[in-house]
């Protein structure tokens, strides 16, 4: 051994004299060389040594104020504040209810002339000076680019073909009837804002186009969050503005090419240009796509050079249309259209550029819109009064075209109410339009401006539009087969996080209910944070998660109504679910890596770290105690604290087959479990051990006679006994351990060496 070490320590040694000798001869050598070299500057550099020499400091500060200002330090510091506020005011957005983009809107305009510029002048004109603007329009440009290509790749042409007869009525009229509007408003306001040299056409037909734009992105997300992916209603709304948004681009190309050509007459060449690209695009370029998508559909196959034939693809679809003069963002759309339908390839694709799009260079868009909307120009009553009548005009427009025009193909009103707000959503789609207007020169800053505020109003309104269309217009049809289904049942709701703690959690409510199948259910609800999922991935993820569940259900032949949407509040949308359903359990896991590191885990078992330095923080600062911290964590407090409903937490040391539950008894308030220990008798056949640890049974006359009763129906599956002590070999023999909630604190708080020992725990918290 001692000759291994000897080795060793010789081969360090060998390694360390190599380094010495090499790294520090060379750097002798490259001295010696910097130092004969100098004499050749001689007579080249005499003039400016000494001054040099005698002022490096300042040269070195001149140098240092130099890079600050350099044009890529600038869009580098600018890019950087710029994802910082954006994410903050997103974040704040979605702690009210309303989607990201709003916040993200809202801090570009924060970040420019109405609100930076105005009040802290110097660092507006420091980190946005005039000559940067150049470069962050280039980036926001190619961001918008590969946003706009998302937008195409997200529209599923399958859902326009089989459900377009009622979308198609709804979406052009919802299109049609604000537009007539716009240009009907444009006839009033055109004197009063219109710039100089744009003809009444020209104007007329941008302010119709900014009245008509849906945001498919952000309409698409809501219903989402709000779980009407699979509704009839969902399907409608997201068909009418996929049909809106194709609509509306090519009516906004059409009218860009007027704008520029000046005329209709000399518009027809560009128009009748972008027909053949079009024509081209889908029976050339599509075919061709499709046929590669059907190889590389999966990531092993997707290689670089194969993604290049792509991006390839998306910038000189962007670049013809440029060149054509009907923007370059039409391209980008027309690109994302065209690509494979195969939604494993779209998935992966978008989840490739989404990220860069959104995170990175999308916000660049906002802030530059926001460093050209000068709200402080709105300075006149009357200024004002015309943009409450612009916002007035979008919001009748929109919300009531769609909402009549849904009501009239047969929806109820609560149905068409719903549509109406939410095609009058406009978010990113509005601002991508009206800087195409404010580019062309068409828009004033004063009507940008007001058409930006527009854009914000109409998109923040839809989240309480909804609400309060929920509130006073139910949807009958919805609630009443909701409540035909669960009336007079015993109905247990599952929620889970991993799958395979759902998996768990569908064994053991089979357990109680699998002689009951007929007057009982079981709903299993998964929540995903809702701002990653688009609609090609929101299949995928729901499938993955449900897998699991859906397997073991089989296997136990336990139908289970599955429950999948995003979410922007978890916790809350859980509670929300567990107390306005006609729920009588409410099912939990709680995994093992939550008690990772804490005294908890130490005395269950899970590790052996005896304290988390956080939890050890909170308890020094006074914040929790110190025994009892790790009990569960933050979103199992929050969800044990506010629902109505008994709830149960699975804590999971391998839980295999319940056939052997041991209950301890530490109060006479610990008498509610009987009503589950039933269940588990009659349905699962279940050997219960009741362990009166304080003597309450034995004291209690009615505790007593509720015990023999079930021992009269059941004698051979369940037994009780007194004893002042937890045995350890007791609890090995056991599948599974019903507590109530008190009792387990109580137990955690005292330090019960049998803790450690315990199989799979069932808490239960009552009503």
């Keep these: 051994m001692s000759s291994i070490v000897l080795i060793f320590a010789m081969k360090g040694i060998k390694n360390l004299l190599f380094y010495i000798t090499v ?85 570009g305009i924060v970040l420019g002339p109405s609100v930076v510029g105005a009040y802290f002048p110097e660092f507006s ?12 329009s280039v980036m926001s440009q190619v961001g918008l680019i590969l946003f706009m290509f998302v937008v195409g790749m997200e529209l599923d042409l399958k859902v326009l073909r ?63 969050e709000r779980g009407l992916t699979k509704t009839k209603l969902g399907s409608v709304v997201i068909t009418c503005a996929a049909a809106d948004d194709i609509t509306a681009w090519c009516i906004l190309a059409a009218v860009i090419a007027v704008v520029k050509a000046g005329s209709l007459l000399s518009a027809g060449y560009t128009i009748l240009l972008a027909i053949g690209y079009v024509f081209l695009m889908l029976k050339v370029v599509r075919p061709f796509l499709r046929r590669m998508g059907d190889i590389y559909s999966n990531k092993e196959a997707l290689s670089k050079p194969i993604v290049g034939v792509f991006f390839v693809t998306l910038l000189v679809s962007a670049w013809c249309t440029e060149v054509i003069g009907i923007h370059a963002l039409f391209g980008a759309f027309m690109a994302g259209v065209i690509m494979p339908a195969n939604v494993n390839f779209r998935n992966i694709f978008i989840d490739k550029v989404e990220d860069v799009a959104l995170v990175l260079l999308l916000p660049l868009f906002f802030v530059f819109t926001g460093l050209r909307t000068q709200i402080g120009l709105l300075n006149e009553a009357g200024l004002w009064q015309m943009c409450g009548i612009v916002i007035l005009v979008a919001v009748v427009g929109k919300f009531v075209g769609s909402a009549v025009a849904a009501r ?124 990653e999922l688009n609609n090609f991935n929101v299949g995928e993820y729901e499938r993955e998660s449900f897998a699991p569940i859906k397997e073991e259900a089989n296997s136990l032949s336990q139908p289970v109504i599955s429950l999948f949407k995003p979410s922007q ?73 506010a629902t109505k409903i008994p709830t149960g937490i699975l804590i999971d040391k391998n839980l295999g087959g319940i056939k052997n539950v041991i209950v301890p008894v530490f109060s006479l308030s610990d008498s509610f479990l009987l009503i589950y220990i039933q269940k588990l008798i009659h349905n699962g056949q279940v050997k219960i051990t009741l362990l009166d640890v304080m003597g309450v049974i034995k004291h209690d006359v009615e505790f007593k006679e509720s015990i023999r009763a079930i021992q009269q129906v059941a004698p051979e599956h369940i037994v009780w006994t007194h004893s002042d002590k937890m045995k350890m070999e007791s609890l090995v023999q056991q599948d599974l351990m019903i507590i109530s909630l008190n009792s387990w604190k109580k137990s955690i708080e005292t330090r019960s060496v049998w803790l450690s020992e315990t199989p799979s725990v069932l808490i239960i918290k009552p009503a």
């Design 408 to 531: 009239f193909v047969g929806q109820n009103w609560h149905s068409s109410l719903t549509i109406g707000a939410l095609m009058n959503t406009r978010g990113l789609m509005e601002l991508v339009a009206l800087n195409i207007g404010y580019d062309l020169g068409v828009l004033s800053p004063q009507m940008f401006a007001m058409l930006v505020l527009m854009a914000l109003i109409t998109t923040f309104m839809t989240g309480p539009a909804l609400d309060l269309i929920n509130k006073f217009f139910k949807n009958e049809e919805d609630e009443t087969s909701v409540a035909l289904s669960m009336k007079d049942k015993y109905n247990i709701l599952i929620s889970f996080g991993s799958p395979a703690t759902g998996r768990l959690l569908v064994r053991l409510a089979h357990s109680m209910i699998r002689k009951s199948k007929e007057s009982a259910t079981i709903t299993a609800l998964h929540l995903s944070p809702g701002n």
């Design 23 to 107: 790294i520090g001869g060379l750097s002798a050598f490259i001295y010696l060389m910097i130092i004969k070299g100098e004499t050749f500057q001689m007579g080249r550099l005499s003039v400016n040594m000494s001054s040099s020499e005698s002022s490096s400091w300042s040269h070195f500060l001149a140098s240092l104020s130099h890079n600050f200002t350099y044009p890529f330090a600038i869009l580098l510091l600018q890019i950087i504040a710029i994802i910082l506020v954006a994410r903050a005011f997103g974040f704040v957005c979605k702690k009210i209810g309303q989607p990201s983009v709003i916040g993200e809107i809202v801090a």
């Design 125 to 136: 004109s420091f980190l946005f000076p005039a000559s940067s603007l150049g470069n962050l």
């Design 162 to 224: 089989n459900k377009a007869h009622e979308a198609v009525v709804i979406s052009h009229a919802s299109i049609v009837f604000p537009f007539a509007l716009g240009v009907l408003l444009a006839y009033f306001i055109y004197q009063q804002s219109a710039p100089d040299h744009v003809s009444f056409i020209s104007y007329a037909l941008f302010i119709g186009i900014s009245m008509s734009i849906t945001a498919f992105p952000v309409l698409a997300r809501i219903v989402q």
């Design 569 to 641: 509040s978890i916790d809350d949308e859980i509670v929300e679910m567990a107390n306005e359903g006609d729920f009588d359990l409410l099912l939990i896991g709680i995994g093992q890596s939550v008690f990772e590191g804490t005294f908890l885990g130490k005395i269950l078992g899970f590790t052996t770290r005896v304290i988390n330095p956080e939890r050890l923080y909170d308890t020094l600062t006074g914040r929790e105690k110190l025994f009892t911290v790790g009990v569960f964590d933050e979103r199992t407090k929050q969800i044990l604290k």
